[in-house]
């Protein structure tokens, strides 16, 4: 297994590379309301916070994010890393968010990117999806497991 996990990360090409990258800060990063996704890189440009504390999960989402052309902030695999990423107060275009981080809820840190206006998607296989609809109702549940094409769109669609 271990050499699966080598092989992808060797190929993998950095997370701030785009196919218009310039020297300055923030170059080929998309605006607000600015649509940069191709049909090969819907989420290009785009910062995406990614939440999940299953690490063979987290990092193949991490890996098909960045083929998708997001910067990927994170893998967070535990409730505090993910408060950290959300305090530093970067900008975050979205977010992957696991419910259940091995016995916490991450409603904290929803709480905080529904407060900021940011699109967040629950990816969960043991939440109340009314409940969460209830509380969120911004937010889109995917039940696990689903193909990672599907969170990546749901991603695209909600930053359309």
Same mark, same amino acid.
């Given at each position: 297994?271990?050499?699966?996990?080598?092989?992808?990360?060797?190929?993998?090409?950095?997370?701030?590379?785009?196919?218009?990258?310039?020297?300055?800060?923030?170059?080929?990063?998309?605006?607000?309301?600015?649509?940069?996704?191709?049909?090969?890189?819907?989420?290009?440009?785009?910062?995406?916070?990614?939440?999940? &504390?299953? =690490?063979? @999960?987290?990092? /193949? $989402?991490?890996?098909?994010?960045?083929?998708?052309? #997001?910067?990927? %902030?994170?893998? *967070?695999?535990?409730?505090?890393?993910?408060?950290?990423?959300?305090?530093?107060?970067?900008?975050? &275009?979205? =977010?992957? @968010?696991?419910? /259940? $981080?091995?016995?916490?809820?991450?409603?904290?840190? #929803?709480?905080? %990117?529904?407060? *900021?206006?940011?699109?967040?998607?629950?990816?969960?296989?043991?939440?109340?999806?009314?409940?969460?609809?209830?509380?969120?109702?911004?937010?889109?549940?995917?039940?696990?497991?689903?193909?990672?094409?599907?969170?990546?769109?749901?991603? *695209?669609?909600?930053?359309?």
């Amino acid at each position: 297994m271990l050499s699966t996990v080598s092989t992808v990360t060797a190929t993998r090409r950095p997370t701030n590379w785009t196919d218009d990258a310039q020297d300055e800060p923030g170059a080929g990063r998309a605006q607000p309301g600015q649509a940069r996704g191709t049909a090969q890189q819907p989420l290009l440009g785009r910062r995406i916070l990614l939440v999940e &504390d299953e =690490a063979m @999960l987290a990092y /193949d $989402l991490e890996w098909s994010l960045g083929e998708a052309g #997001a910067e990927v %902030l994170g893998p *967070a695999l535990t409730l505090a890393e993910a408060q950290a990423i959300v305090d530093r107060q970067e900008a975050i &275009d979205a =977010a992957i @968010l696991d419910v /259940d $981080l091995a016995g916490r809820t991450v409603f904290p840190v #929803a709480r905080k %990117l529904a407060a *900021a206006g940011v699109p967040f998607v629950f990816h969960t296989g043991h939440a109340d999806r009314a409940g969460l609809l209830a509380e969120f109702p911004e937010a889109r549940v995917i039940l696990k497991p689903q193909p990672t094409q599907r969170l990546i769109a749901a991603l *695209a669609e909600m930053l359309d």
